[in-house]
């Protein structure tokens, strides 16, 4: 794959330097006051070249006071950096994976195959380049795409994708919602115990969004939860949704709005009235983290436009927010969870298969603590060994000694078998997960 080199970290790391932990490298950018040109204006911009830097890295957060869990990040928190380009810009991002695990980065929009993040897979200590350009204008999303995927995603390897468009948007007090989710005991379940905005449980009701009145507020919001498609609702206004968070798409006017797994959208308030106006996923997620509300004021006089309020000039409320996450989220690289990882163990008993028969069980590909660690099978020489793939996910059966056997991807409830013919010891793994290994003996 010409895109892929093991040797890139070395670049990688200069961008990371350039960049910062979730910054952006600019070449030929304008001013941010540019960058947020009023659209009556029409004040096409020349495209520009983006360029950001993602590491993958195991660490502990905090996603509620006081519970600290296993989290798999993109450059340390939950989400990763928001990334921002203009629609027709070059985007190139560097993905670094620093995890004992593979991971991708697979991006929402319009793009090829070798920038969409799923075959692609990325092993521990090797890096990939996408390069791309940026469109449509919108809320888009990133996240991890190996398998399990549901868990990769809860784990935290995900992030907001936005687009602007080329003509500029009108102004307004942005700011960016990223739902996700986490369960301590069970990764997988359709049941999680938290569902919370940009990694951290209420965290916008102790910390209330600030607006003025009668000023546009603007949300980008994506939801990379697993659950069924719950609605977005806020207090005392019908607001603009745009569907899927397509700038292209006709907004509507709505008092609530449904957001699939996966999908986004881009919402437009506003108050003529001071006041404290509640926000919150409606459903069972409302007491499971997502409780939160606009603080709205008047703008003092004298108020700066694109400071204090924003009249022509949009004002950017997403590093404060970033840096709030960081804040709450206290990331400790060498820290405890006081809970379990969201993972569950699963080890193997002999008696439960045929002889020359491999299970591989539900929740093998949960963890590297040994989830997949099969007894040595023995055979005789000229015998045949079966892997079964008992998992919900998609596993590989592949020889340590290359080009032996390879199963390629198997299904669940797929069977994969190799008969082996000399006598000596064979170690096989999942490439997919290459903690899972084993090992055959033949007599």
Not at 322 to 338: C, F, I, M, R
Request: charged letters at 20%; glycine letters at 10%.
């Amino acid at each position: 794959m010409a895109r892929f080199s093991k040797t890139l970290a070395a670049s990688v790391a200069v961008a990371v330097v350039l960049t910062g932990a979730g910054g952006y490298l600019t070449l030929g950018a304008e001013s941010d006051d540019e960058h947020h040109t009023n659209a009556s204006q029409g004040d096409a911009r020349q495209a520009r070249t983006v360029e950001y830097t993602l590491v993958a890295q195991n660490t502990t957060l905090e996603i509620a006071p006081g519970v600290r869990v296993e989290a798999w990040t993109y450059n340390g928190t939950i989400p990763g950096p928001v990334l921002r380009a203009t629609e027709g810009d070059r985007v190139i991002l560097h993905f670094l994976n620093k995890t004992p695990m593979p991971h991708t980065v697979h991006l929402h929009g319009d793009h090829d195959e070798k920038d969409d993040g799923v075959f692609q897979t990325v092993n521990q200590g090797e890096s990939y380049t996408y390069d791309f350009i940026a469109g449509p204008p919108g809320a888009l999303m990133y996240h991890c795409h190996v398998m399990p995927v549901t868990q990769h995603v809860r784990m935290g390897l995900y992030g907001a994708l936005i687009i602007d468009p080329r003509e500029g948007l009108t102004p307004a007090r942005e700011y960016v919602l990223v739902a996700g989710e986490y369960d301590t005991k069970d990764q997988l379940t359709s049941n999680p115990e938290y569902v919370f905005f940009n990694g951290y449980a209420d965290q916008y009701f102790d910390n209330p969004l600030q607006a003025r009145t009668n000023e546009t507020v603007r949300i980008y919001y994506v939801n990379m939860g697993a659950s069924p498609a719950y609605g977005f609702h806020i207090h005392g206004t019908i607001f603009d949704a745009y569907p899927s968070g397509i700038l292209q798409n006709d907004p509507l006017k709505v008092q609530t709005w449904e957001v699939a797994a996966g999908n986004g959208a881009i919402f437009e308030a506003r108050w003529p009235w001071e006041g404290r106006y509640l926000f919150h996923i409606h459903g069972l997620p409302e007491e499971r983290g997502t409780m939160a509300y606009f603080d709205v004021t008047d703008a003092p006089d004298g108020a700066v436009d694109g400071v204090d309020i924003a009249r022509t000039k949009s004002i950017s409320m997403i590093e404060w927010q970033e840096n709030l996450a960081k804040s709450l989220q206290k990331q400790d690289t060498d820290g405890v969870a006081n809970t379990s990882s969201g993972t569950s163990r699963h080890s193997i008993d002999a008696a439960d298969v045929p002889p020359g028969t491999v299970s591989i069980p539900e929740g093998a590909a949960a963890d590297t603590d040994l989830t997949f660690a099969p007894s040595e099978i023995s055979v005789g020489a000229g015998e045949t060994v079966t892997w079964v793939n008992d998992d919900s996910t998609l596993h590989t059966v592949d020889s340590r000694q290359q080009g032996l056997f390879s199963s390629g991807m198997l299904s669940p409830k797929r069977t994969f078998e190799h008969t082996f013919a000399e006598p000596g010891t064979y170690e096989y793994y999942c490439s997919l997960h290459p903690w899972m290994t084993g090992t055959v003996s033949v007599r």
